[in-house]
């Protein structure tokens, strides 16, 4: 029973690993930009090679509903996304490499330097 369980957890592990492929990115906001789908698109100064949207600057995307996005976390990013920008800080974003949109889920300021 126990192999049993240990091989189901494997296959699920090595399953949901290449279901998302989480990047890390960093860099200046270049821009922000609310559309009216209540989405969020940021720009940035230096793009990741591994965002694979075909728009030249990439366009990363906070969609509420995709990659566990909330309408309260987008809320919570854009707030911090529009303080790195007016203070000029660099940001880092996690972001699905697998989706068109780039989509971000995570995004994270250090003030400290």
Same mark, same amino acid.
């Given at each position: @029973?126990? *192999?049993? @369980?240990?091989? $189901?957890?494997c296959?699920?592990?090595?399953? #949901?690993?290449?279901?998302?492929? $989480?990047?890390?990115?960093s860099?200046?906001?270049? *821009?922000?930009?609310? &559309?009216? #789908?209540?989405?969020v698109?940021?720009?940035?100064?230096?793009? =990741?090679?591994? +965002?694979t949207n !075909? #728009?030249?600057?990439?366009?990363?995307?906070?969609n509420?509903?995709a990659?566990? @996005?909330t309408?309260? !976390?987008?809320? $919570?990013?854009?707030?911090?996304? &529009?303080t $790195?920008?007016?203070?000029? *800080?660099?940001v =880092?974003?996690?972001?699905?490499?697998?989706?068109?949109? +780039?989509?971000?889920?995570?995004? =994270?300021?250090?003030?400290?330097?």
């Amino acid at each position: @029973m126990t *192999k049993r @369980m240990l091989s $189901a957890f494997c296959f699920l592990f090595l399953v #949901s690993s290449q279901v998302y492929a $989480a990047t890390w990115h960093s860099s200046t906001i270049k *821009k922000i930009y609310p &559309l009216g #789908s209540g989405s969020v698109v940021l720009l940035f100064e230096t793009d =990741s090679p591994a +965002c694979t949207n !075909g #728009s030249t600057p990439k366009y990363y995307y906070i969609n509420v509903g995709a990659n566990s @996005m909330t309408a309260e !976390g987008r809320d $919570a990013l854009l707030s911090v996304a &529009l303080t $790195a920008a007016a203070t000029g *800080k660099q940001v =880092s974003i996690n972001f699905d490499e697998t989706s068109d949109s +780039c989509d971000i889920n995570r995004l =994270s300021v250090d003030f400290g330097s």
